[in-house]
């Protein structure tokens, strides 16, 4: 179903070198679009009728696609990172995403070579591999959201209001009749 393709437009565009954790966190929402795709093939490469395996077959292509950009987008990230090693923390960040990321290719590939042939065995070995992508994919997007996590802003201070304030106290202050 799937030959090589070349970077889509997506991958030319997420990446920022200003921004690598702007980066990392787009790259994580598709991380998510990546893991939806592989459980709904998974589901339905498990069906009896030919239309849904057809329909899983798509998906895996689909899937593949996004984790060929998804690639694409980490080794960019990693490779200006590595021309600027002022963040080796951040670094080493990309370079566990970027492992597991290729890991989940290289699955998400063979689950769609595999799903291309006519042989039973074969077809099988295509639905577990699919399963084992899904796995993968949910370890990524939860590895995304982990890296993350201590990037997102810390949210604005409220400011404090005091006991006596009586415009706190007024609007803080039920109505009454109102239920």
Same mark, same amino acid.
């Given at each position: 179903?799937?030959?090589?393709?070349?970077?889509?437009?997506?991958?030319?565009?997420?990446?920022?070198?200003?921004?690598?954790?702007?980066?990392?966190?787009?790259?994580?929402?598709?991380?998510?679009?990546?893991?939806?795709?592989?459980?709904?093939?998974?589901?339905?490469?498990?069906?009896?009728?030919?239309?849904?395996? =057809?329909?899983?077959?798509?998906?895996?292509?689909?899937?593949?696609?996004?984790?060929?950009?998804?690639?694409?987008?980490?080794?960019?990230?990693?490779?200006?990172?590595?021309?600027?090693?002022?963040?080796?923390?951040?670094?080493?960040?990309?370079?566990?995403?970027?492992?597991?990321?290729?890991?989940?290719?290289?699955?998400?590939?063979?689950?769609?070579?595999?799903?291309?042939?006519?042989?039973?065995? =074969?077809r099988e070995t295509g639905g577990w591999l699919v399963?084992?992508?899904?796995?993968?994919?949910?370890?990524?997007?939860?590895?995304?959201?982990?890296?993350?996590?201590?990037?997102?802003?810390?949210?604005?201070?409220?400011?404090?209001?005091?006991?006596? =304030?009586?415009?706190?106290?007024?609007?803080?202050?039920?109505?009454?009749?109102?239920?």
């Amino acid at each position: 179903m799937s030959e090589n393709r070349s970077p889509s437009r997506s991958a030319m565009t997420a990446i920022d070198a200003a921004d690598p954790h702007g980066s990392l966190r787009t790259m994580g929402a598709r991380a998510h679009q990546l893991r939806a795709a592989l459980r709904a093939a998974d589901h339905y490469n498990g069906q009896g009728d030919a239309d849904e395996r =057809d329909t899983g077959s798509w998906l895996i292509s689909s899937a593949l696609d996004l984790a060929q950009d998804l690639v694409a987008d980490i080794d960019s990230l990693a490779r200006q990172l590595k021309e600027r090693p002022a963040d080796l923390a951040l670094q080493q960040s990309v370079t566990a995403l970027r492992v597991r990321t290729h890991q989940l290719y290289a699955s998400t590939r063979a689950a769609d070579h595999f799903l291309d042939q006519d042989n039973h065995e =074969d077809r099988e070995t295509g639905g577990w591999l699919v399963a084992t992508a899904h796995g993968l994919a949910t370890k990524l997007s939860s590895s995304f959201d982990d890296n993350a996590a201590p990037l997102r802003r810390a949210a604005p201070e409220k400011p404090t209001a005091h006991a006596h =304030d009586a415009d706190v106290a007024l609007r803080t202050m039920p109505l009454r009749g109102a239920a």
